[in-house]
């Protein structure tokens, strides 16, 4: 049964070179380990790469060595929270960032967004929904890049 697995994403990797697809990376932090877990299962079958951390600093850490292409994080973790990591990211990169929190006040949403978050939902929340905000940015992007001649 595992060999089965195995041959599934050789074959799926094997198709994204083929189209010329690159495999995107994301950084998940969440305190949560059952949500980490559910982001993480569902990204991994849209067919990208996922890392998880427990807490911001660890995330901070891991993009300092070798950036994501869009980041997802919880706002109120343990060490520095989502706020702080966002405000952090966005000094040195332009990376998309999805917050993604149980604090559902007017207050938080604008706090989020003007530190510089790409979008921003409210648990409980849908994996699917989280994957398709996921995927609507890098279509963006790419449009984006190629209507500057990139």
């Not at 990376?25 to 951390?53: C, M, P």
Request: proline content about 3%; charged content about 25%; aromatic content about 10%.
């Amino acid at each position: 049964m595992i060999w089965l697995a195995v041959l599934g994403i050789f074959i799926v990797f094997k198709l994204r070179k083929i189209e010329g697809a690159t495999m995107k990376k994301i950084y998940i932090a969440d305190d949560e380990a059952n949500i980490r877990h559910a982001i993480k299962t569902f990204l991994e079958s849209a067919g990208y790469t996922v890392e998880d951390f427990e807490t911001g600093d660890a995330l901070l850490a891991a993009f300092a060595e070798s950036p994501a292409d869009l980041v997802v994080l919880d706002v109120m973790m343990p060490g520095s929270n989502g706020f702080v990591v966002c405000k952090e990211l966005r000094k040195t990169s332009y990376v998309p960032i999805i917050m993604l929190t149980a604090r559902d006040s007017d207050l938080d949403y604008a706090t989020g967004l003007d530190l510089g978050s790409d979008d921003y939902l409210v648990k409980p929340f849908s994996p699917m929904a989280l994957t398709m905000r996921v995927k609507a940015i890098f279509r963006r992007i790419e449009f984006e890049r190629q209507a500057n001649g990139g």
